[in-house]
């Protein structure tokens, strides 16, 4: 078994880099412009940093009015249109970073930085890169976790482990303990891959820099670093993948073989996913999905969001408790 389980892990380590090589960053030339007043003007916001915006402004401004006074010509084709339309195409990038600059500048100790990638890793923009990974995860889990111990069920172990109170409480804490070894192979499998993949499209600058000098997290509760919070993500998400990858265990407990474990975890940890890549976002609401997202539970910030994985963690509680005083 575990033979197999080890092979299972190198296909995966295999499927994790291909997963990576499919990440896609669409181009786009506002965020490209954005980019660059950002990286320029990295760090915090000073008396020269309003100073520029100010002038910039009143550049654009100046621009756009003699735009507006060439297409008023006959034709309004000229190479001094042109010149100037390549020139404006600047201010894609210059508003959003001079409406940021206005937004952070009375928090204490903010930065400016190229912050696309955080608020991509962060759910900002949508969780579909959390459910891509989260069903890659999911997979692992469920091939790993379900045969277990229900393969034993399979074959009738239990008359010879339940031989001794003993054995069968060591029984079940090696199990536990694959399970969440197991668990923790897919988590890495997880954060360092995207990590890594978000650092090669993106960087990561900043990451000393308080949270909220990413505007969507202006009014985040906590005063935490962008590192503390990739940092929060990442050991809330470990931690849920480590309860699920055990209430998986206890699916196999109760099933007669190999084939229904995988069935059931499939339809309960599996198929909500699947759903939502294809094109069901409400899906991200359902089931487990918060808790593999993370990124929803937080931007939610709602009781909704957070009573399905308080009901998991409590039903996980009571669920161990049982076995452990059978």
Known sequence: MLQKGFLIIVVFIAAAGFL??????KYDIADVYYKYYTTEHEGNVTRDTLDFCDTEEQRFAEI??????????????SKEMNELQNEYALSLGFYPFEARVNQIKDISDAQIFYDTGYKRAFGINGYDDDMKYALFAM?????????????????????????TASGRKSYIKRNIAIAMVYALIASC????????????????SGLSAP???????????VNLTVLGYIILISFLRTVFIICIALIMLWISSRCRNTISALLINFAVFVLPI?????????????????????????????????????????????????EQHK
């Open 20 to 25: 990576s090589q499919s990440f896609v960053k």
């Open 64 to 77: 756009s009015n003699r735009i507006t006074e060439l297409s008023e010509t006959a034709n309004g084709f």
């Open 211 to 221: 949270l909220q000098s990413i505007t969507d997290f202006m009014d985040f509760p």
């Open 274 to 322: 699947l759903i939502y890549l294809l094109g069901a976002d409400f899906m991200v609401h359902i089931g487990f999905n918060p808790l593999l997202s993370v990124n929803f539970l937080l931007n939610e910030a709602s009781f909704l969001a957070w009573l399905i994985p308080l009901l998991a963690a409590l039903g996980l509680v009571c669920i161990s408790y049982r």
């Open 189 to 204: 499998l997880w954060i360092i891959p995207y990590a890594r993949t978000i650092s090669i499209y993106y960087g990561y």
């Open 139 to 163: 997979l692992l889990c469920s091939l790993l976790v379900s045969p277990l111990i229900a393969n034993d069920n399979k074959y009738k172990m239990q008359f010879v482990i339940n031989a």
